[in-house]
């Protein structure tokens, strides 16, 4: 008997393809909103999930356990078979990988959705995915693994989706979670770039997010990085936009964040709200010894930088440290501020 094909099914197969900590959380969002999702993961989480479950919870009241019954699971890249929307979230690193298992397994009419850090994740799937209907897509907050199949996310935002010809986000957003369309979303994701210049600052600071953005030395330093991003960024015609302040123009947020500590809170206050346990996604790879992020970040602005003769050694100085501490292996160094500008 033939497969169904997705007009057909009864409702649309999710499938999160590489689920770690956003695609946990994300994906878990989603089956708690009664969609069908499959999780496409690695072993060691496949066996905590089948024993353990999914616990998703946030710094306000969520607080929800999902049996292993109500969520799909693989190991292997057959899950895409049926897939209609497909939620990319492996690191930028493992994105051709994934988009050939796509390529190979998933029907050409699924919607591939990128919820990576970066730019150049979704420019891989385009390419490796011509004939997919690929968008690109921003997380703005930040979840943490608490273990045991436990992810917590830390921060507020809404995520935004490329628009395309069918309305995703009116399909995807449920309670707690909602999505938003940008026909122009470019923009918007070279300002979250320069807002995950701090992801580097927090995991060699080992201070949780809050504390570590309450210190104007901090602040300060991360003023400095978004100011040389900003210089390449222009020296490049690129225009940022913040996602989650709009309104605000990018080269304003320097400024804010060498306010005087009082004022920035009541500003910061007012657009994010961050967990006070959070720490970056970067603090836990160095943690966990993962890969980090790091050359989509720091390393982007620097290699821009080059091509257009505009100084980044504070950026430089920065990806260093961290390659530095990944290579220990010992978790986050715990540098100050004025360490870090030592380098």
């Not at 899950?79 to 998933?106: E, N, P, Q, W, Y």
């Not at 701090?198 to 309450?214: D, I, Q």
């Not at 505009?310 to 160094?333: C, F, K, W, Y």
């Amino acid at each position: 008997m033939p497969n169904p094909t997705s007009s057909e099914r009864p409702y649309p197969q999710i499938v999160v393809a590489g689920a770690g900590v956003i695609g946990c959380f994300v994906g878990g969002m989603l089956v708690r909103g009664a969609h069908a999702v499959t999780f496409f993961l690695r072993e060691k989480l496949y066996d905590e999930l089948s024993r353990q479950g999914l616990t998703i919870t946030d710094f306000h009241d969520l607080d929800e356990d999902l049996s292993p019954g109500s969520f799909g699971m693989s190991l292997t890249p057959d899950c895409l078979k049926h897939a209609d929307i497909i939620l990319v979230t492996v690191k930028a690193s493992g994105t051709r990988t994934m988009a050939h298992l796509i390529a190979a397994h998933a029907p050409k009419d699924a919607i591939v959705i990128s919820l990576q850090n970066g730019l150049t994740a979704v420019d891989i799937l385009r390419e490796e995915l011509p004939d997919f209907d690929v968008r690109a897509g921003i997380v703005p907050f930040s979840v943490s693994y608490m273990g045991g199949g436990h992810f917590h996310r830390c921060s507020s935002g809404d995520i935004l989706i490329e628009k395309g010809k069918d309305a995703m986000a009116r399909h995807l957003s449920v309670l707690d979670l909602t999505f938003h369309e940008r026909k122009e979303i470019s923009a918007l994701q070279w300002g979250k770039l320069l807002m995950n210049l701090n992801n580097a600052l927090n995991a060699l600071s080992n201070l949780p997010l809050r504390e570590e953005l309450s210190k104007l030395s901090w602040r300060k330093l991360l003023a400095d990085q978004i100011a040389e991003a900003l210089a390449v960024l222009k020296a490049h015609g690129i225009t940022p936009r913040m996602p989650g302040s709009e309104w605000l123009p990018a080269r304003f947020v320097p400024f804010i964040l060498r306010l005087p500590t009082p004022i920035y809170s009541r500003i910061a206050r007012a657009v994010l709200e961050i967990d006070p346990h959070a720490r970056s996604s970067m603090w836990d790879d160095l943690e966990l010894g993962r890969p980090t992020e790091i050359d989509e970040l720091q390393g982007r602005i620097v290699a821009m930088g080059q091509e257009r003769g505009v100084n980044t050694v504070l950026n430089a100085r920065v990806a260093a440290l961290i390659v530095r501490a990944g290579e220990a292996g010992v978790g986050s160094p715990g540098l100050s501020a004025k360490a870090i500008r030592r380098g």
